[in-house]
């Protein structure tokens, strides 16, 4: 069985920083892209925050350069969401997302339950 389990999300104030985190766990092989996605309020789709390849390659949407950093750790199957300077517009339930190499060599995207991001004076 396959878990995501994200964790960081909480209130912070305009400004602010937090961290999040996301494992992976179960029986795959490995990890190719990981990635985290998030839904505002009101809204029915969740957008790209940042994504990185196993060889550590970041993607990142405009809203976010320059305020947020991903980074992975291979060897824990973590990935990280260092994100600074936040703003209103960043509020949002937050999802962990990645693509996970089974032995059979198939592979299949999973998500986390998703961790609530909450910025606000």
């Known amino acids: 069985q396959v878990q995501l389990v994200e964790s960081g999300g909480g209130l912070v104030q305009p400004g602010g920083s937090l961290r999040l985190s996301c494992a992976a766990s179960?029986?795959?092989?490995?990890?190719?892209?990981m990635g985290w996605y998030r839904q505002a309020p009101g809204k029915q789709q969740r957008e790209l925050v940042a994504?990185?390849?196993?060889?550590?390659?970041?993607n990142y949407a405009d809203s976010v350069k320059g305020r947020f950093t991903i980074s992975r750790d291979n060897a824990k199957n973590t990935v990280y969401l260092q994100m600074n300077s936040l703003k209103s517009d960043d509020t949002a339930v937050y999802y962990c997302?990645?693509?996970?190499?089974?032995?059979?060599?198939?592979?299949?995207?999973?998500w986390g339950q998703g961790t609530q991001v909450t910025v606000s004076s």
């Open positions: 997302n990645a693509e996970l190499v089974f032995r059979s060599r198939s592979s299949l995207y999973y």
């Open positions: 994504t990185i390849a196993s060889g550590g390659s970041p």
């Open positions: 179960g029986s795959f092989v490995s990890i190719n892209v």
